[in-house]
């Protein structure tokens, strides 16, 4: 008889939205799928009061940057489900593990996140745990400290989150609603955080923290209580303006307007923007293009929705492979 084959799904982030620096996200709908199957192997025995031996997987990788992903333990879904299993003390039994990514790396898309939620989400089936939310969270913050794309990862929809002085994760979650489109337009140039990250200032005036907070109050008093979106709520001074010349045409994209455009923002620390429409998203798309390449980046819109489940399991009978 088959082994059971377990499945998570876990979708990609946008992070930031702009004025909500580290603390707001949205799901959206591309996704990492992790499959694994544990494998029969023979008992493993520790001579000498030796340590057991650690379960070895065998990995297979499709989607973006191929050539780049360690199928060993260098990988960080792997690295994420001995993380698990170290801090739950349980054994992960050896399996062949089936990676099919959707979420382009290094583009603010929260790859990472993505990974990390679903190797701790993985370990945690195959030892035969199920974790809830907070316990996946408090796990994950231990690899990224980060706590939006993670949180956003995990429940789905827009989150709001914070972390408590005793490591706790504060999170809340509204529903997105699929009128909107996300036009996600993707340069050709990825943008590592670390650079993005050692371009932002030690200190902020008084007066560009006020801005910001007077619309992350605004955007999270719109999506949680279902009013109109407008560019205006987005509208950031804490980081956008430092990592936009670092890829030309991110600019002239975050100035855009167009009828239909709710919200325009660099999705995380970039090199992605993504725009949220109400209407015109394939024209809005195409004009987000139409400036990268003014500035001699070649670049491609994809058209999303939100995401409002998140991470989830399935379990199936393993089928002949």
Do not use: W
């Amino acid at each position: 008889m088959n082994a059971p084959a377990i499945t998570v799904t876990v979708p990609a982030t946008t992070a930031n939205l702009g004025c909500a620096f580290d603390c707001a996200a949205i799901a959206v709908g591309l996704h990492l799928r992790v499959s694994a199957t544990a494998e029969k192997s023979p008992p493993l025995s520790a001579k000498g009061g030796a340590p057991m031996p650690a379960a070895t997987f065998s990995l297979t990788y499709r989607g973006p940057d191929a050539e780049g992903i360690p199928l060993d333990d260098g990988n960080l879904i792997v690295k994420s489900m001995r993380h698990y299993a170290g801090r739950a003390g349980k054994t992960l039994p050896a399996a062949r593990v089936d990676i099919e990514n959707e979420i382009p790396l290094g583009v603010g898309l929260g790859s990472s996140a993505a990974a990390i939620v679903a190797g701790i989400t993985l370990g945690a089936a195959l030892c035969g745990a199920k974790l809830d939310a907070a316990e996946t969270l408090r796990l994950a913050l231990d690899i990224e400290t980060h706590p939006d794309n993670l949180a956003a990862a995990v429940h789905g929809g827009m989150v709001v989150s914070a972390v408590g002085e005793s490591g706790d994760v504060f999170v809340l979650k509204t529903e997105v609603s699929q009128a909107l489109d996300f036009v996600c337009v993707i340069p050709d140039v990825p943008l590592p955080t670390e650079k993005a990250r050692s371009v932002l200032p030690a200190q902020y005036s008084r007066k560009d923290v006020v801005a910001n907070l007077q619309r992350t109050a605004l955007l999270a008093a719109a999506f949680f209580g279902g009013k109109e979106l407008s560019p205006e709520m987005f509208r950031d001074r804490l980081h956008q303006p430092y990592r936009a010349p670092l890829i030309p045409g991110i600019a002239q994209c975050l100035d855009y307007r167009q009828e239909g455009l709710a919200g325009i923002f660099l999705s995380g620390a970039g090199s992605a923007v993504m725009a949220i429409a109400t209407g015109n998203a394939r024209q809005i798309g195409d004009a987000l293009v139409g400036e990268f390449r003014r500035a001699e980046t070649s670049a491609r819109a994809v058209l999303l929705k939100a995401d409002n489940r998140g991470v989830r399991v399935e379990q199936s009978s393993a089928g002949k492979r």
